[in-house]
């Protein structure tokens, strides 16, 4: 098999494993054949050990690989930081090793993949897990009971439309009844899962999000600007590699442009290195962290 299709094997497997309500029609478009070449390499992965279920009409998941194969599923996988710190090594190669082109084409293979949700055996969680494929696969609306939010501080039930699990199920996409948007929400911090008779409502709504630099989801808020001098920007790369891609030297000092979902994580990082860091665009961060300092720091 040649590499192009090999590439393309790959990345189906990532995207039947990073979402667990891709259709046949999808998984074409998005690797560019046909419908029939689609369900042609779900052959060849079945039998290459792996379990391809079908949930429901063409709707196609990765299920859980044996455990001679568990490490292999782990070695192609890849998160976005990964990815991107392993490309940076290999940047840092010579030219003249004839490796590094051939690392850099295998790797951008499968860079653009999303995160890939890897069945996992955790008691704790299980249940709820199975509560949430269910209603992903019969497209229902569940009641997260004794949800421990930790933006807001506060445990209560959400009312949400699961559609899409992150890595290693740690994560569940859902959208929010009551907030109206697609939201993230840790699975170790359900209480439980009361699943309901009520179909999707908001299923044209259902969008996984990609996070901002500092790992926070949702819809943008606003670009930020800031200045750093050498050690904020060093410890801003060590906690958030992403960071990098967005961090320019300007006039002796560091300048980090980007956009955030959220000003708890951006703030939070802020507040931690005041002294090194200053806000030259932000309106909403910088109110945060006035408040921040206002109902917390002044007190102590």
Sequence with gaps: MDTPKISKLLRLMKLLTGNVSRTIDSLAKELGITPRTVYRYIDTIREAGFVVNKLYGNVYAMGKVSRGLSDFNKLIYFTDEEAYLAAKMIEGIDNNNALKRDLQRKLASVYDCTSIANYIDNPAN???????????K?????VLKGYA?????ETRDRVVEPFSFTANMIDVWAYDVE?????MFKVMRIGSVEETETPWAFEDKHEVKK??????????????VLQLNTRAKSLLVEEYPLAERDLKREDGNWVLRTTINSVE???RFVIGLAADIKILQGK????????YDKKHIQKL
């Design 126 to 136: 299980a249940a709820n897990i199975e509560a949430l494929n269910d209603a992903i």
């Design 138 to 142: 019969h497209k229902k609306q569940v």
């Design 149 to 153: 939010s930790a933006h807001s501080d």
């Design 179 to 183: 907030k109206a948007e697609p939201r």
């Design 211 to 224: 996070p901002d630099v500092f790992r926070m989801t949702g819809s943008p808020v606003e670009k930020i």
């Design 265 to 267: 994580g951006a703030g």
């Design 284 to 291: 909403k961060l910088l109110d945060y962290i006035k408040k």
